[in-house]
């Protein structure tokens, strides 16, 4: 095993453990471990609301696609829609098979460039502008919907309020640093800094970057309807929760899973276990229990069923990924 593999392997190892840490933690609360089994029951037993749940999950990667289609046209790189759909379950599957996030962006990363080799500066820089604009609806999402909506009334003791608010501040000097960002690479500002800053800014690698997210700038329209595929994105995926908790018979409004699972996604995103299991139901179980009290078992179990939503078309893409395999077709 040569060191790349043996740090690789490191990783897997401790991100296991860290998901396995998580999930103990998180059902560790539940007082009664027998009503996680009778919820998942209860679940079943609404077909409606299963339904319901695969549906909203599969809308959410229509519109990753969509999202990442609009981005990579920016870019000049125009591809059929069934092949980036393709793909994005695909990256689905990896993110959920491997140590997260970043192999799915890999995979699709690695199989584009395949297809379009003159393009791998901008097809790499479209997958980190996708998580970007990602960033921008969930941070807008959770600004409206928890100081224009009264979540924020619902709160009722330090701790709650707390996090939101300290929540509030991330998400809005995020969504400022991505507008400066934006700005830092006008020509104008680019031709100022190779005169002022040359050691950083005559660098081929920055060079080409900058070049590359000015393509942005430019091309605004893509990124305009990319945000807006951004938006049924982030809201789709959002509803897969809310979909869990009716499942359980829960009345719980959209607008406060609207205003919790950008938070909840923030913190899942964090290296510290495989696809956020554990800390996403340690995470929603506290943020629904200070705004609604409903039970840990309840808010647990309403979790996975939302991640197992997701769940069901990541293990599609994997056997799309089997089939082109055995009909020894090429991937890309």
């Not at 554990?278 to 309840?298: C, M, N, S, Y």
Request: proline share 3%.
């Amino acid at each position: 095993m040569n060191q790349r593999h043996a740090k690789a392997l490191g990783l897997f190892l401790l991100k296991l453990a860290g998901t396995i840490g998580f999930l103990w933690w998180a059902l560790s609360q539940v007082d009664d471990k027998h009503s996680l089994g009778e919820n998942f029951k209860l679940a079943l037993h609404s077909p409606y609301w299963v339904v319901a749940g695969i549906g909203v999950a599969l809308v959410s990667l229509l519109a990753s696609a969509f999202r990442w289609s609009f981005l990579l046209r920016a870019q000049s790189v125009y591809q059929p829609f069934s092949y980036i759909f393709r793909l994005t379950l695909y990256g689905a599957f990896f993110n959920i098979a491997s140590l997260g996030g970043a192999a799915g962006d890999a995979a699709k990363i690695v199989l584009l460039c395949r297809r379009v080799p003159g393009k791998k500066v901008g097809i790499t820089m479209s997958v980190m502008v996708d998580h970007t604009v990602g960033f921008v609806s969930s941070s807008i999402i959770f600004l409206v919907f928890t100081w224009c909506f009264g979540v924020m009334d619902l709160l009722e003791d330090k701790a709650g309020k707390t996090v939101f608010i300290a929540a509030t501040w991330f998400q809005s000097v995020g969504l400022v640093g991505i507008l400066l960002s934006i700005f830092s690479c006008n020509p104008a500002l680019v031709s100022w800094g190779q005169r002022h800053l040359p050691l950083i800014t005559n660098n081929r690698w920055v060079s080409a970057i900058t070049t590359v997210l000015d393509l942005y700038r430019t091309g605004w329209k893509h990124v305009f309807f990319a945000l807006l595929a951004s938006f049924v994105l982030s809201i789709s995926f959002y509803l897969t929760f809310y979909v869990g908790l009716r499942a359980l018979d829960q009345p719980v409004s959209a607008t406060m899973i609207m205003a919790v699972m950008p938070i909840v996604d923030v913190i899942t995103a964090l290296p510290i276990s495989i696809s956020g299991l554990g800390v996403r139901e340690r995470t929603f179980d506290f943020l629904i229990g200070k705004l609604t009290g409903i039970p840990t078992t309840t808010a647990v179990t309403a979790s996975l069923i939302g991640f197992l939503f997701t769940l069901f078309w990541s293990l599609v893409g994997g056997l799309m990924i089997i089939s082109a395999r055995t009909s020894k077709k090429i991937i890309p």
